[in-house]
C-alpha cells in the first residue's frame, strides 16, 4: 500500500479531485498555504495499492490543461510507504 500526498493549487483542485473520482481512486483534500507567496494549495492523500501508483500518477498529470509557461510547476506528488492500513 502507498499514500500518494499531491500538493496543488486552488484552481486545479477540483479538477484533480474530480478527475481521481472519476478513476475510481478515494481521495480526501485539505485546504492549506505555501510558506513563502502565502498562496492557497490543496494537499490531496490518496491510498493505493503498489500496483496502481503509475496509474493514479498518471490521472493527476493528465488532470492539468497544457500549461502557458512550460517553467511553471503546477503540482508536487511524494509517494509514500504505508506500514499499516486499518479501515472499517
Wanted: glycine residues 6%; charged residues 25%; hydrophobic residues 40%.
Amino acid at each position: 500500500m502507498k499514500l500518494i500526498v499531491a500538493i496543488v493549487k486552488d484552481i486545479d483542485a477540483d479538477d484533480v479531485t474530480s478527475a481521481l473520482t472519476a478513476a475510481n481512486y478515494r481521495v480526501t483534500t485539505i485546504a492549506s498555504t505555501s510558506g513563502f507567496l502565502r498562496r492557497g494549495l490543496n494537499t490531496m492523500l490518496c491510498g493505493v495499492e503498489d500496483d496502481q501508483v503509475t496509474k493514479a500518477i498518471e490521472v493527476i498529470r493528465g488532470s492539468f490543461p497544457p500549461p502557458e509557461n512550460p517553467e511553471e510547476k503546477r503540482c508536487t506528488v511524494f509517494v509514500l510507504n504505508v506500514g499499516e492500513y486499518i479501515h472499517f
